[in-house]
Protein backbone atom coordinates (compact mmCIF):
# COMPACT_ATOMS: atom_id res chain seq x y z
CA UNK A 1 0.00 0.00 0.00
CA UNK A 2 1.33 3.43 -0.96
CA UNK A 3 2.17 5.60 1.86
CA UNK A 4 4.27 8.72 2.86
CA UNK A 5 7.16 8.91 5.29
CA UNK A 6 7.69 12.60 7.14
CA UNK A 7 11.16 13.26 9.38
CA UNK A 8 11.37 15.87 12.01
CA UNK A 9 15.15 14.83 13.69
CA UNK A 10 14.55 11.74 15.12
CA UNK A 11 10.88 11.36 15.23
CA UNK A 12 8.99 9.79 12.57
CA UNK A 13 5.78 9.57 10.88
CA UNK A 14 3.68 7.68 8.50
CA UNK A 15 0.70 8.13 6.32
CA UNK A 16 -0.90 5.21 4.87
CA UNK A 17 -3.22 5.37 1.91
CA UNK A 18 -6.23 8.11 2.97
CA UNK A 19 -5.13 7.73 6.52
CA UNK A 20 -3.99 10.24 9.22
CA UNK A 21 -0.54 10.89 10.01
CA UNK A 22 0.58 9.40 12.59
CA UNK A 23 4.16 9.22 14.59
CA UNK A 24 5.46 6.01 13.56
CA UNK A 25 8.66 5.88 15.93
CA UNK A 26 11.31 8.42 17.92
CA UNK A 27 14.78 7.73 17.39
CA UNK A 28 18.05 7.94 20.14
CA UNK A 29 21.38 6.40 19.96
CA UNK A 30 20.71 3.22 21.85
CA UNK A 31 17.22 2.28 19.61
CA UNK A 32 13.43 3.82 19.46
CA UNK A 33 10.29 3.93 21.03
CA UNK A 34 8.46 2.23 18.45
CA UNK A 35 4.52 3.19 18.18
CA UNK A 36 3.13 -0.64 18.09
CA UNK A 37 -0.24 0.41 16.88
CA UNK A 38 0.62 2.56 14.31
CA UNK A 39 -1.93 0.85 11.68
CA UNK A 40 -3.99 0.86 14.25
CA UNK A 41 -5.13 3.85 16.53
CA UNK A 42 -3.99 7.61 16.25
CA UNK A 43 -3.20 7.44 19.75
CA UNK A 44 0.16 5.98 20.18
CA UNK A 45 1.39 3.10 22.02
CA UNK A 46 5.09 2.70 22.51
CA UNK A 47 7.47 0.04 23.55
CA UNK A 48 10.93 0.59 24.07
CA UNK A 49 13.61 -1.08 21.27
CA UNK A 50 17.55 -1.23 21.78
CA UNK A 51 19.60 -1.91 19.30
CA UNK A 52 23.44 -3.51 19.37
CA UNK A 53 25.64 -1.93 17.00
CA UNK A 54 29.53 -3.00 16.24
CA UNK A 55 32.64 -0.38 15.57
CA UNK A 56 30.99 0.35 12.12
CA UNK A 57 27.94 1.62 13.43
CA UNK A 58 26.06 -1.65 11.70
CA UNK A 59 23.19 -2.41 13.87
CA UNK A 60 23.59 -6.24 14.70
CA UNK A 61 20.75 -7.01 17.25
CA UNK A 62 17.56 -4.86 18.23
CA UNK A 63 15.31 -6.42 20.89
CA UNK A 64 12.50 -5.65 23.54
CA UNK A 65 11.15 -6.46 26.59
CA UNK A 66 7.68 -7.17 25.71
CA UNK A 67 6.36 -8.26 29.03
CA UNK A 68 8.68 -6.47 31.53
CA UNK A 69 9.78 -9.33 33.39
CA UNK A 70 13.65 -8.03 33.06
CA UNK A 71 14.45 -10.55 30.51
CA UNK A 72 15.13 -10.68 26.93
CA UNK A 73 13.24 -14.24 26.14
CA UNK A 74 13.94 -15.84 22.73
CA UNK A 75 11.16 -18.42 21.57
CA UNK A 76 9.97 -19.42 18.64
CA UNK A 77 6.68 -17.74 19.01
CA UNK A 78 6.31 -13.86 17.39
CA UNK A 79 4.28 -12.58 20.32
CA UNK A 80 6.91 -14.14 22.76
CA UNK A 81 10.03 -13.28 21.22
CA UNK A 82 11.92 -10.42 22.62
CA UNK A 83 14.70 -10.34 19.54
CA UNK A 84 13.16 -8.07 16.77
CA UNK A 85 15.93 -8.70 13.92
CA UNK A 86 19.20 -10.19 13.71
CA UNK A 87 21.28 -8.75 10.80
CA UNK A 88 24.90 -9.75 9.51
CA UNK A 89 26.71 -7.80 6.87
CA UNK A 90 29.20 -8.74 3.80
CA UNK A 91 32.29 -6.33 4.33
CA UNK A 92 30.56 -3.71 1.66
CA UNK A 93 27.19 -3.75 3.37
CA UNK A 94 24.75 -6.40 1.90
CA UNK A 95 23.08 -8.38 4.49
CA UNK A 96 23.77 -12.02 4.68
CA UNK A 97 20.86 -14.39 3.94
CA UNK A 98 20.11 -16.93 6.95
CA UNK A 99 18.15 -18.06 10.03
CA UNK A 100 18.54 -15.71 11.98
CA UNK A 101 16.51 -14.65 14.56
CA UNK A 102 13.75 -12.51 13.90
CA UNK A 103 10.38 -11.23 14.63
CA UNK A 104 7.97 -11.23 11.88
CA UNK A 105 5.36 -9.66 13.93
CA UNK A 106 7.43 -6.18 14.96
CA UNK A 107 8.01 -3.47 12.48
CA UNK A 108 11.79 -3.71 11.02
CA UNK A 109 13.58 -1.25 12.38
CA UNK A 110 15.48 0.18 9.01
CA UNK A 111 18.64 2.06 10.01
CA UNK A 112 21.19 -1.18 9.70
CA UNK A 113 24.50 -0.99 8.00
CA UNK A 114 26.36 2.31 9.11
CA UNK A 115 23.34 2.84 11.10
CA UNK A 116 21.79 4.52 7.83
CA UNK A 117 18.46 3.83 6.37
CA UNK A 118 17.23 1.06 4.37
CA UNK A 119 15.00 2.43 0.79
CA UNK A 120 13.27 -0.56 0.00
CA UNK A 121 10.85 1.10 -1.96
CA UNK A 122 10.48 -0.55 -5.37
CA UNK A 123 12.74 -3.31 -4.56
CA UNK A 124 15.87 -0.80 -4.80
CA UNK A 125 16.99 -2.11 -1.86
CA UNK A 126 19.50 1.40 -1.08
CA UNK A 127 21.21 2.94 2.18
CA UNK A 128 20.47 7.06 2.42
CA UNK A 129 23.54 8.42 3.57
CA UNK A 130 22.47 12.11 3.07
CA UNK A 131 24.19 13.33 0.12
CA UNK A 132 23.50 10.13 -1.87
CA UNK A 133 21.92 6.90 -1.83
CA UNK A 134 24.13 3.73 -1.77
CA UNK A 135 24.12 -0.02 -3.45
CA UNK A 136 25.13 -2.58 -0.55
CA UNK A 137 24.70 -5.48 -3.55
CA UNK A 138 27.71 -3.91 -5.56
CA UNK A 139 29.83 -1.51 -3.44
CA UNK A 140 28.71 1.43 -5.04
CA UNK A 141 26.98 4.37 -4.81
CA UNK A 142 24.25 5.15 -7.18
CA UNK A 143 25.19 8.74 -7.83
CA UNK A 144 28.80 10.35 -8.31
CA UNK A 145 31.14 11.58 -5.54
CA UNK A 146 29.82 15.51 -5.10
CA UNK A 147 33.75 15.51 -3.59
CA UNK A 148 35.12 14.01 -6.76
CA UNK A 149 37.35 16.82 -7.91
CA UNK A 150 39.55 15.84 -4.69
CA UNK A 151 39.93 11.77 -5.79
CA UNK A 152 41.00 12.04 -9.36
CA UNK A 153 42.34 8.35 -9.31
CA UNK A 154 39.02 7.17 -8.28
CA UNK A 155 35.57 5.98 -9.29
CA UNK A 156 33.65 8.63 -8.56
CA UNK A 157 31.26 5.58 -7.18
CA UNK A 158 33.52 3.94 -5.19
CA UNK A 159 32.63 3.02 -1.57
CA UNK A 160 35.70 4.05 1.24
CA UNK A 161 38.50 3.69 -1.60
CA UNK A 162 37.29 0.07 -1.46
CA UNK A 163 38.05 -0.68 2.07
CA UNK A 164 35.03 -0.67 4.30
CA UNK A 165 36.73 -2.73 6.51
CA UNK A 166 39.36 0.18 7.86
CA UNK A 167 37.35 2.94 6.21
CA UNK A 168 33.78 4.62 6.56
CA UNK A 169 31.85 7.39 4.53
CA UNK A 170 29.17 8.72 7.00
CA UNK A 171 27.60 11.18 4.63
CA UNK A 172 28.23 10.12 1.37
CA UNK A 173 30.77 12.74 0.80
CA UNK A 174 34.13 11.28 1.35
CA UNK A 175 35.82 9.12 3.87
CA UNK A 176 37.96 11.54 6.61
CA UNK A 177 40.47 10.93 9.07
CA UNK A 178 38.33 8.45 11.56
CA UNK A 179 41.32 8.49 13.79
CA UNK A 180 43.43 10.16 15.43
CA UNK A 181 46.62 8.77 15.79
CA UNK A 182 49.10 8.15 12.98
CA UNK A 183 48.09 4.97 11.40
CA UNK A 184 46.66 4.06 7.74
CA UNK A 185 44.06 1.62 9.20
CA UNK A 186 42.58 0.54 12.96
CA UNK A 187 41.80 -2.85 14.40
CA UNK A 188 40.76 -3.89 17.84
CA UNK A 189 42.91 -5.44 20.27
CA UNK A 190 40.91 -8.29 20.90
CA UNK A 191 40.67 -9.72 17.81
CA UNK A 192 44.39 -10.42 18.25
CA UNK A 193 46.61 -12.80 20.45
CA UNK A 194 49.30 -10.34 20.66
CA UNK A 195 46.35 -7.21 20.64
CA UNK A 196 47.57 -5.88 17.71
CA UNK A 197 51.38 -4.93 18.60
CA UNK A 198 52.93 -7.13 15.28
CA UNK A 199 50.58 -5.22 13.11
CA UNK A 200 52.61 -2.01 11.18
CA UNK A 201 51.19 1.18 10.75
CA UNK A 202 47.86 0.23 12.58
CA UNK A 203 45.85 2.23 15.11
CA UNK A 204 45.04 0.16 17.58
CA UNK A 205 41.69 0.05 19.21
CA UNK A 206 41.85 -1.09 23.52
CA UNK A 207 38.32 -0.39 24.21
CA UNK A 208 35.50 0.39 21.25
CA UNK A 209 32.60 2.56 21.89
CA UNK A 210 30.06 1.23 24.05
CA UNK A 211 32.45 -1.72 24.68
CA UNK A 212 31.15 -3.57 28.16
CA UNK A 213 34.53 -5.55 28.82
CA UNK A 214 36.23 -3.41 30.82
CA UNK A 215 39.26 -3.42 33.43
CA UNK A 216 38.52 -3.13 37.35
CA UNK A 217 37.57 1.18 38.13
CA UNK A 218 36.95 1.95 34.37
CA UNK A 219 33.99 3.26 33.39
CA UNK A 220 31.41 0.43 32.08
CA UNK A 221 29.90 0.51 29.34
CA UNK A 222 32.50 2.34 27.63
CA UNK A 223 31.09 6.05 26.36
CA UNK A 224 34.14 6.60 23.83
CA UNK A 225 36.68 5.08 22.23
CA UNK A 226 40.56 3.95 23.32
CA UNK A 227 43.68 3.96 21.44
CA UNK A 228 47.07 2.32 22.82
CA UNK A 229 49.15 5.28 22.71
CA UNK A 230 52.20 5.70 24.74
CA UNK A 231 53.37 8.73 26.52
CA UNK A 232 54.11 11.47 24.70
CA UNK A 233 52.48 10.37 21.71
CA UNK A 234 51.30 13.00 18.91
CA UNK A 235 47.56 13.04 18.35
CA UNK A 236 45.91 15.19 15.04
CA UNK A 237 42.61 16.93 14.93
CA UNK A 238 39.60 15.05 12.98
CA UNK A 239 38.56 18.42 10.64
CA UNK A 240 38.64 22.01 10.98
CA UNK A 241 37.07 23.01 14.00
CA UNK A 242 36.86 25.51 16.77
CA UNK A 243 38.63 24.45 20.35
CA UNK A 244 35.25 25.28 22.92
CA UNK A 245 37.16 24.02 25.96
CA UNK A 246 40.64 22.96 27.14
CA UNK A 247 41.32 22.03 31.15
CA UNK A 248 42.60 19.13 33.51
CA UNK A 249 39.79 16.75 35.19
CA UNK A 250 40.65 14.56 38.14
CA UNK A 251 39.87 11.64 36.22
CA UNK A 252 40.23 12.63 32.76
CA UNK A 253 43.67 14.33 32.98
CA UNK A 254 44.78 17.17 30.99
CA UNK A 255 41.83 17.27 27.94
CA UNK A 256 40.74 19.26 24.34
CA UNK A 257 37.28 19.58 23.43
CA UNK A 258 36.87 20.44 19.62
CA UNK A 259 33.05 21.77 17.97
CA UNK A 260 33.02 20.94 14.26
CA UNK A 261 31.19 22.27 11.25
CA UNK A 262 27.77 19.99 12.07
CA UNK A 263 27.74 21.14 15.86
CA UNK A 264 29.50 17.62 17.10
CA UNK A 265 31.73 18.30 19.66
CA UNK A 266 34.71 15.35 20.61
CA UNK A 267 36.93 15.65 23.56
CA UNK A 268 40.56 14.25 23.81
CA UNK A 269 41.62 12.75 27.20
CA UNK A 270 44.35 11.78 29.04
CA UNK A 271 47.02 14.52 27.70
CA UNK A 272 50.52 15.23 29.34
CA UNK A 273 50.23 18.60 26.95
CA UNK A 274 48.11 20.61 24.86
CA UNK A 275 50.16 22.29 21.61
CA UNK A 276 51.08 25.55 21.46
CA UNK A 277 48.26 27.76 19.79
CA UNK A 278 45.76 25.32 20.74
CA UNK A 279 43.40 27.03 23.55
CA UNK A 280 39.63 27.95 23.74
CA UNK A 281 38.63 30.08 20.69
CA UNK A 282 41.32 28.97 18.45
CA UNK A 283 40.89 27.50 14.84
CA UNK A 284 42.88 24.27 14.63
CA UNK A 285 42.67 22.45 10.88
CA UNK A 286 41.93 18.94 9.80
CA UNK A 287 45.05 16.86 10.45
CA UNK A 288 46.64 19.67 12.96
CA UNK A 289 48.72 18.17 16.10
CA UNK A 290 46.48 19.01 19.03
CA UNK A 291 48.89 17.65 21.70
CA UNK A 292 50.52 14.74 23.12
CA UNK A 293 49.28 11.84 25.44
CA UNK A 294 49.95 11.11 28.72
CA UNK A 295 49.37 8.11 31.19
CA UNK A 296 46.05 9.66 33.52
CA UNK A 297 44.01 6.60 31.99
CA UNK A 298 42.97 3.27 33.80
CA UNK A 299 45.92 1.04 33.74
CA UNK A 300 48.11 1.50 30.18
CA UNK A 301 48.87 4.72 28.74
CA UNK A 302 45.98 5.28 26.04
CA UNK A 303 44.18 8.33 24.14
CA UNK A 304 40.52 8.54 25.11
CA UNK A 305 38.23 10.02 22.83
CA UNK A 306 34.47 10.59 23.11
CA UNK A 307 31.66 12.77 21.07
CA UNK A 308 28.07 14.05 21.46
CA UNK A 309 26.41 15.37 18.90
CA UNK A 310 24.56 19.36 18.49
CA UNK A 311 21.48 18.05 20.86
CA UNK A 312 23.89 16.73 22.98
CA UNK A 313 23.16 12.99 22.41
CA UNK A 314 26.42 10.77 22.91
CA UNK A 315 28.15 9.31 19.64
CA UNK A 316 30.91 7.11 17.79
CA UNK A 317 33.41 9.71 16.40
CA UNK A 318 34.25 7.23 14.09
CA UNK A 319 31.38 6.96 12.45
CA UNK A 320 31.32 10.59 11.69
CA UNK A 321 32.71 12.74 8.91
CA UNK A 322 34.63 15.96 10.05
CA UNK A 323 37.31 15.89 7.37
CA UNK A 324 38.27 15.28 3.46
CA UNK A 325 41.91 12.94 3.61
CA UNK A 326 41.62 9.27 4.44
CA UNK A 327 44.39 8.76 7.08
CA UNK A 328 46.56 6.92 3.97
CA UNK A 329 46.36 10.12 2.23
CA UNK A 330 47.20 12.55 4.88
CA UNK A 331 50.38 9.89 6.30
CA UNK A 332 51.66 8.48 3.34
CA UNK A 333 50.71 11.45 0.65
CA UNK A 334 51.37 14.48 2.42
CA UNK A 335 53.58 12.84 5.23
CA UNK A 336 51.48 14.01 8.44
CA UNK A 337 51.63 17.80 7.69
CA UNK A 338 48.37 19.80 7.71
CA UNK A 339 50.09 22.58 6.08
CA UNK A 340 50.27 20.87 2.92
CA UNK A 341 46.80 19.35 2.33
CA UNK A 342 45.10 21.58 -0.22
CA UNK A 343 42.37 22.58 1.96
CA UNK A 344 44.28 24.20 4.78
CA UNK A 345 44.22 28.07 3.95
CA UNK A 346 46.18 29.45 1.24
CA UNK A 347 46.53 25.95 -0.35
CA UNK A 348 43.16 26.20 -1.92
CA UNK A 349 43.98 28.69 -4.31
CA UNK A 350 47.35 27.57 -5.37
CA UNK A 351 45.58 24.21 -5.43
CA UNK A 352 42.86 25.61 -7.78
CA UNK A 353 45.92 26.87 -10.46
CA UNK A 354 47.34 23.62 -10.11
CA UNK A 355 44.69 22.13 -11.23
CA UNK A 356 43.72 24.25 -14.06
CA UNK A 357 47.67 23.87 -15.47
CA UNK A 358 47.00 20.05 -15.32
CA UNK A 359 43.67 19.68 -17.10
CA UNK A 360 45.08 22.66 -19.89
CA UNK A 361 48.59 22.81 -20.50
CA UNK A 362 50.49 25.61 -22.30
CA UNK A 363 51.12 24.83 -25.81
CA UNK A 364 54.29 26.97 -26.23
CA UNK A 365 54.57 26.53 -29.75
CA UNK A 366 51.44 28.36 -30.00
CA UNK A 367 52.98 31.39 -27.94
CA UNK A 368 55.97 31.83 -29.77
CA UNK A 369 56.06 35.12 -31.79
CA UNK A 370 54.91 35.42 -34.78
CA UNK A 371 57.56 37.26 -36.94
CA UNK A 372 56.22 38.61 -40.16
CA UNK A 373 58.32 39.33 -43.34
CA UNK A 374 59.17 43.46 -43.49
CA UNK A 375 57.50 45.30 -46.44
CA UNK A 376 59.88 46.99 -49.05
CA UNK A 377 59.81 50.62 -47.93
CA UNK A 378 57.70 52.95 -51.02
CA UNK A 379 60.08 54.87 -52.67
CA UNK A 380 59.88 58.18 -52.36
CA UNK A 381 60.75 60.51 -55.81
CA UNK A 382 61.53 63.99 -56.08
CA UNK A 383 59.18 66.36 -58.62
Not at 249 to 277: C, I, M, P, Q, W
Request: no cysteine; glycine share 12%; net charge negative.
Amino acid sequence: MQYEQYYVGGVEYRKTGTGNTRIEAIYHNEGRYANVDLDIDDSPNWRKEYNIKDHLGNTRLSFADKNGNGVIDITTTPATNDILQENHYYPFGLSYEGPWLMNDAARDNGYKYNGKELNDDFGLNWYDYGARFYDAAIGRWGQIDPLSGKFAGWSPYNYAMNNPMSLIDPDGKAPSIPYPLSGTYAVNKKDYSDGGRSLKNAVTRTSTYMDTDRPPGASNPHIGIDYRASVGTTFYNLGDGKVVETGKGSGTGKYVTVEYSNGDKVRFLHLSNVADGVKKGSTVYEGQPLGKTGSSGTEHPHLHIDAIDNEGNRIDPENRNYGNYTAKEFFNTYGGDYTKLPTYPGNQTQQENKNIMDAAPIQRDVLKPQIQPLLPLPEFKKN
